[in-house]
């Protein structure tokens, strides 16, 4: 009874108290905090939505690329709300997620049960479930970072985090504060704070040690002065134009190591010497704000310079110029309004100030002499020290660090399968689905991922199933029905073989010959010669069932195959 009557305050407002959990925004709140209820309800909720939009994702159902999306949108989104505040690793939670993965993944390619989860997942451009937990928790860190300082939220993460040694003083922090960059114990129990610091911390090559650029709610105004930014010709014919009074032009850089720079370039006169400036950042920053302060140099040297007429400054990165159009909460906001009183100053000595892309790297003057000033600081430390990290430092550390584990993650799988099929299979370049097999029918497009993986409706694969007694070629009767021999062998198919290898060839892709190890992986592996496959795939019934000629044959008189769709695909990208 006391339990009934008890009542908790969250927001101001009386929530009545549950002893299994309370519903807070969404998020089940359990006693314990372990937000286990919340993940059992989330995956159930994402297992019955994949199950209602199952129907979408049969033989006869949308093309891959579509799929993929609505999985995405429909059911990861409920499986994954509120996972940022309870991932801590757990692997029988893991486990509850990836195998939802996996269930999403072969909806998306059409794959068997059997087939193997490393080319299961990277074929569905999926990202794994650990590393898919792993980037919602860095990105709400991040999320955190860019809040303004006095925004309640942000004060999740430990001031020595997100503001540096600026708080290291005794009694400037909290006790236990720091405890996110010391090494764990045995049984220590994170606060959610500290958790998230630590990971996002792991993650940077940079010791925050200075903490994170801070941003602030300020009144929105128009940035004094003009863009530009034409089409790419009409932007090559501006940037060779003469221009009135002063033009500056800038520009960032970031080396292999890391550090980056920013430089400006200008003549004082049309026809004069060329002047450069080099403004050397170190680590902790990246071509993005480079970019900014390069602007903002290039404005504050026309506020000191003696000329009177108007400044021009031309840069080549759009992002940047994106940014300097307003003072708005985000990565770069404190350079977007040094930009802005800069240019409001020089607006106030009637100099009219016009921001201009200028294509970078097309042999214009300006534009590769702000380059090489900015390669050049870029190689000097930094006069002022490493200083606060930029948020643009921190997501790209987020995103390597991804795109890192992800790949170890395949690795690692490949690696469980044996030496001749890790060598039969390879995967593209990059973690997205081809954009032609995305935009094919799902018809094609599942035997098509079947093919690569191995798992196919072929006799070799059927006759290791127990599924055929023979894996005798049905076509040509050869003792094996294999990748191999139906791609490259099988007499039934000569006619079509025989286009299949025009078309390769119109692509530059090199046909398969007798001393060469797997040719069927390389095929199958190079983005070039997807279309061609998938051509021959809808002219042959390789890797479907026997009973399927008919359909073929209707497909055929009816142009199922939608091949001018995957044409279109292939110009636009998709996936």
């Known amino acids: 009874d006391r339990f009934q009557r008890a009542r908790l305050t969250l927001g101001g407002k009386d929530v009545a108290f549950n002893q299994a959990a309370i519903k807070w925004l969404g998020v089940l709140l359990d006693t314990g905090l372990t937000l286990k ?26 093309p891959p690329g579509l799929i993929r999306r609505i999985q995405k949108a429909a059911v990861q989104a ?106 764990p114990t045995s049984g220590c129990s994170w606060s959610l704070g500290q958790h998230l610091a630590r990971q996002l911390g792991r993650s940077l090559g940079t010791d925050p040690s200075e903490g994170f650029e801070a941003t602030a709610e300020v009144p929105q105004r128009p940035f004094p002065g003009t863009f530009r930014v034409p089409a790419l010709e009409g932007a090559l014919e501006a940037a060779k134009e003469p221009r009135p009074g002063l033009s500056l032009w800038s520009d960032g850089s970031r080396l292999e190591n890391g550090r980056v720079g920013a430089g400006v370039a200008w003549q004082a006169s049309p026809g004069g010497s060329w002047q450069a400036r080099e403004v050397p950042l170190g680590l902790g920053k990246e071509v993005f704000d480079a970019e900014l302060i390069g602007a903002c140099e290039a404005l504050e040297l026309a506020l000191r310079s003696k000329d009177q007429g108007p400044v021009t400054v031309l840069l080549d990165s759009q992002a940047a110029i994106s940014r300097l159009r307003h003072q708005g909460v985000g990565p770069g906001q404190s350079l977007a309004i040094r930009a802005y009183r800069a240019s409001q100053a020089l607006d106030a000595q009637g100099r009219p100030v016009t921001i201009q892309w200028v294509p970078g790297h097309q042999g214009i003057e300006g534009n590769e002499r702000a380059d090489q000033a900015a390669k050049q600081a ?43 099929a890790q060598r039969a299979y390879r995967a593209q370049l990059g973690w997205k689905l081809d954009p032609v097999v995305a935009a094919a029918p799902k018809k094609v497009a599942s035997r098509y991922y079947q093919l690569k993986t191995g798992h196919a409706a072929i006799g070799a694969y059927l006759r290791k199933v127990q599924a055929r007694e023979s894996e005798a070629c049905q076509g040509c009767q050869a003792p094996s029905e294999t990748v191999h021999h139906l791609l490259f062998e099988c007499r039934e198919w000569r006619k079509q073989r025989r286009a299949l290898y025009k078309a390769l ?38 890797g479907a069932p026997r009973g399927e000629a008919q359909a073929l044959d209707r497909a055929r008189a009816e142009d199922e195959w939608g091949l001018e769709a995957l044409e279109e695909a292939e110009r636009g990208g998709e996936g």
């Open 378 to 420: 870029a190689s000097k430390p930094s006069r002022q020290g490493q200083g606060e990290l930029s948020i643009a430092h921190a997501n790209r550390a987020r995103t390597e660090v991804i795109r890192a584990r992800r790949q170890q993650w395949l690795t690692k799988a490949l690696g469980c399968r044996s030496l001749g």
């Open 78 to 183: 409920v499986a994954l709300y509120g996972a940022e505040l309870w991932w801590r690793g757990q692997k029988d939670r893991l486990k509850g997620l990836q195998q939802l993965v996996n269930q999403q993944a072969r909806a998306i390619t059409g794959a068997f049960k059997a087939t193997p989860i490393g080319p299961l997942i990277r074929e569905a451009a999926l990202e794994p479930a650990e590393s898919l937990l792993e980037a919602r928790q860095l990105g709400y860190t991040t999320r955190l970072l860019s809040l303004p300082e006095n925004q309640p939220t942000r004060q999740i993460l430990p001031v020595t985090f997100r503001d540096g040694d600026r708080h290291a003083q005794p009694g400037e922090q909290p006790l236990g504060d720091r405890a996110w960059a010391e090494l």
């Open 37 to 62: 209820a919340h993940y059992q309800e989330r995956l159930q909720k994402a297992k019955k939505a994949e199950a209602r939009v199952r129907a979408l994702c049969r033989q006869q159902g949308l």
């Open 505 to 542: 060839q119109e692509v530059n892709v090199a046909l398969p010959t007798a001393a060469e190890d797997y040719p069927a992986g390389r095929l199958l592996g190079d983005p070039r010669a997807t279309r061609a496959v998938l051509q021959f795939l809808g002219d042959t019934t390789i």
